[in-house]
């Protein structure tokens, strides 16, 4: 989904991304995938939001999300993993997509996880596996894909 062109596939994103970085193809850009979740237990829902976002530096961004929502989750633990799975999932589909196109771009994962609160114990596992499966991995407070972008998405249905 993104907020002005609708529901697109993966391949339409995909296009959609080159033809933005065509438009200015000088300037600097950073390619970032991140999730977040959200639990309403009274709906006995948590709702997964991955966000790409294709970031012109100084200059602005575009983003598309995709929503999954699941029965409850309700550990922490495990929604962190969720997360930083759908976010893996996102950048080898995203990597496979864009080799098909002849384009090469690195790729960060945002992570919701930082070292104030319940997450700090999870930092250092989660990042582990995020740069051993070759991306550069961000936290809070400054993984924004994840922590402002995805985030704004999991308490909609639109």
Known sequence: MNPTKGTLTLDQVVDDMIQYVETAPNDKYRVIIGSDSHTNPGKGTTTFVTAIIIHRVGKGARYYF????????????????????????????????????QQEWNLEVHVDVGEKGATKSLIKEVVGWITQSGYRA??????????????RYTRCSS
Do not use: M, W
């Not at 550990?75 to 996102?90: C, G, M, P, V």
């Open 138 to 151: 961000t936290i809070k407070p400054d993984s924004f894909g994840a922590s402002k972008v995805a985030d």
């Open 66 to 101: 995709y929503r999954l929502p699941q029965h409850v989750v309700r550990s922490l633990r495990q929604r962190i993993y969720t997360e930083a799975s759908l976010s893996l999932n996102t950048c080898g589909e995203l990597t496979k997509l864009l080799q098909e196109r």
